[in-house]
């Protein structure tokens, strides 16, 4: 046999495993094969013919496992047989070379059956959105509202209470200490600023503008359906649910499950425009006719009722720059959060600062929840939008539009894909976390160069500066996904010493540390600190883990690493 006849056979071989599926076991695989009798490492078994496989194939007809058992019987009987030396190089190279791809199969099989044993176990404890379930509150006269606490584009938002929401902890969390040095160098003392839900209003109640959409409940929650994605299952009453929910204003909208970086709606109902705090001064012109002869707005509307937090992400930022790690874990939180949206099918398209609401944990280290659905991509056909015209609304805040929905054209057969436009909004917001102005209020996204990004400051982490420079990339099809660029965070802050002392990632150590992690964070779950950050990012991580999510995480930090070592050698170099 010529060498050129064994290598095409060769060829034939390999393209004919890769359309029979290679990644299948080898007992599904073998069922595809055309033949009579296969022979295995088990005893043998009728198989049904195939047509798409010719008879003279029928050198292949085994599984992966059995085809290099052969190959590699035949090159020692050719040694005993007196064959030529290139014809027994040859079956032994094919034999060894099947080998090890099918003990590769099945270290992949392994491992894939140890993450989903991982998988299962942190995916049974599920997340609480409410501390206490209450069967109330669908009126608006249920509720006690206080002073307003935020105002946007197409809301304003109210601190409220209830008699069946218990208040929250007195217990304030310190936010930070204003002109500490000044007021020592000056001899005065002042009161470090604290900042926290008030304890006597533990809700938030968020009253949509009406403009347009009439005073029908049919019509307001058409119009402001996207609303209600966040929403808890009970947040709307059952009666009234079904009957505007099932089909007479259209398709439900999609529901978000619970998710600790991820707002909840409690409550969602309508009612009349009540004149609250400050309405005819901070919003008169959405008012309806009867609270403003000139105001614009209708008389019904809809309402909101959902956890009161201390602040914004950008209030906070205002006063205060986080530390490293805690920097680090809030912009973690962020990519938790686009990932749940990214799972299910809900790209948020408005993610900012002012978007992002901020509270503490036990331990004083920010928690970060994605709030503001009104923009929101909640359809069954995915993150995909069909681009027909320039009515077409692409989202909210321009300045964090992703480059491949700022830079499209509308026409026919146009779609934008939302997959990897929130992670990327999530890469701008990192330099706000790590105290530095966000480039692309400066910056366009339709236009920018990927060199133009300032670098992160000094004290970012290396791999935090990796996920950054990953996320910021023009092209989509070279950016990670959420759950990727968590991956890459979730092993520099927990595993890096484990798997990075590998030039060659090793799936046997790999898992070892997969396991040893997920012992480490049950027993840390009957303590104190299960409801910490850190304590909610490490069951996520376990919870959401896939081998190759996993896997490609680690080759980007490898190849990373590799890069940074041969710059500094030619830098090094005379």
């Known amino acids: 046999m010529s060498v050129k006849h064994v290598l095409s056979r060769g060829l034939e071989l390999g393209r004919s495993v890769f359309q029979l599926g290679l990644l299948k076991p080898a007992g599904r695989v073998a069922a595809k094969f055309r033949g009579e009798r296969l022979r295995v490492s088990r005893p043998t078994r009728t198989v049904q013919p195939q047509t798409f496989l010719p008879g003279r194939y029928r050198f292949f007809r085994l599984s992966v496992s059995g085809l290099a058992a052969q190959l590699q019987s035949g090159a020692f009987r050719r040694v005993i047989g007196g064959g030529s030396a290139r014809n027994r190089a040859v079956f032994l190279a094919f034999g060894v070379g099947l080998g090890l791809i099918e003990q590769e199969q099945e ?256 331990t004083g280290c920010p928690r970060l929840v994605i709030t503001d659905f009104g923009c929101c991509l909640a359809e069954d056909s995915g993150l995909k939008l069909p681009f027909s015209s320039w009515w077409v609304n692409r989202g909210g805040n321009s300045c964090l539009m992703a480059p491949e929905v700022s830079t499209a054209v509308p026409g026919p057969g146009v779609v934008i894909d939302y997959s990897k436009a929130d992670v990327w909004a999530v890469g701008a917001i990192a330099y706000e976390l790590f105290g530095q102005p966000n480039p692309f209020y400066t910056l366009e996204s339709r236009s920018y160069q990927e060199k133009q990004l300032p670098a992160l400051p000094a004290a970012a982490p290396d791999d935090v500066q990796l996920v950054v420079k990953l996320l910021l990339r023009k092209n989509p099809h070279k950016r990670p996904s959420a759950r990727v660029a968590a991956n890459i965070l979730h092993i520099s802050l927990w595993g890096r010493r484990v798997l990075m002392g590998l030039d060659k990632v090793q799936m046997a150590e790999m898992m070892a540390w997969l396991q040893c992690q997920s012992a480490v964070v049950l027993l840390k779950g009957r303590g104190r600190d299960q409801s910490s950050v850190e304590a909610e990012l490490q069951r996520s991580f376990l919870a959401n883990i896939e081998l190759e999510d996993l896997r490609t995480a680690v080759s980007f930090m490898t190849y990373e690493r590799k890069q940074w070592r041969s710059l500094l050698m030619s830098n090094t170099q005379p």
């Open 107 to 362: 270290e992949d099989r392994t491992s894939a059956a140890l993450c989903q044993e991982i998988q299962a176990v942190f995916r049974k404890k599920k997340f609480q959105s409410l501390p206490k379930p209450f069967t109330s509150g669908y009126r608006l006269e249920d509720y006690v509202i206080g002073k307003q606490i935020g105002k946007g584009c197409n809301a304003a938002v109210y601190e409220a209470a209830a008699p069946f929401a218990p208040p929250v902890e007195s217990k304030k969390c310190s936010l930070v200490e204003l002109n500490q040095k000044e007021a020592e160098d000056d001899n005065k003392k002042e009161e470090p600023l604290r900042l926290s839900a008030s304890p006597s209003f533990p809700l938030a109640m968020k009253m949509m503008w009406n403009i347009g959409a009439g005073s029908s409940s049919d019509a307001i929650l058409r119009s402001m359906s996207m609303e209600l994605v966040p929403s808890c299952p009970q947040a709307l009453r059952k009666e009234q649910g079904e009957l505007t929910l099932n089909g007479h204003f259209g398709a439900v909208p999609k529901r978000l499950s619970a998710h600790p970086n991820v707002i909840t709606v409690y409550r969602a109902f309508t009612a009349e425009v009540p004149l609250l705090p400050g309405a005819r001064e901070e919003y008169p012109d959405v008012l309806p006719t009867r609270l403003n002869p000139h105001g614009l707005g209708s008389n019904r509307t809809l309402f909101l009722v959902m956890k009161n937090y201390p602040c914004t992400l950008r209030q906070y930022l205002e006063v205060c720059v986080p530390k490293r790690t805690q920097a680090s874990l809030m912009f973690l939180q962020l990519l938790e959060g686009v990932d749940h949206l990214c799972r299910q099918n809900i790209a948020h398209r408005d993610l900012k600062s002012d978007n992002i609401l901020l509270e503490f944990d036990n």
